[in-house]
């Protein structure tokens, strides 16, 4: 069984039972995940207006070479 294969059927287990919770921590999510965006969308949002705001030209999404960036969501 694949990492990717064992995870899918944990975390299908995980909702079933509604054991989880709604959003990705980051320190433990895989670079698939969109960890910003399980914030919810307003969160999201607000995130993505802040980087604008102090990063206008968008240094930070285009120097920092990988993580969960507002450009990948």
Request: hydrophobic letters at 35%.
């Amino acid at each position: 069984m694949k990492v990717d294969d064992l995870y899918a059927e944990i975390t299908k287990l995980i909702h079933a039972e509604e054991l989880g919770l709604p959003f990705w921590f980051a320190n433990m999510a895989g670079s698939d995940q969109k960890v910003l965006k399980s914030r919810g969308e307003s969160n999201f949002q607000e995130i993505a207006r802040v980087a604008k705001k102090y990063d206008s030209k968008g240094y930070m999404q285009t120097l920092q070479h990988d993580g969960y960036l507002v450009s990948k969501g």
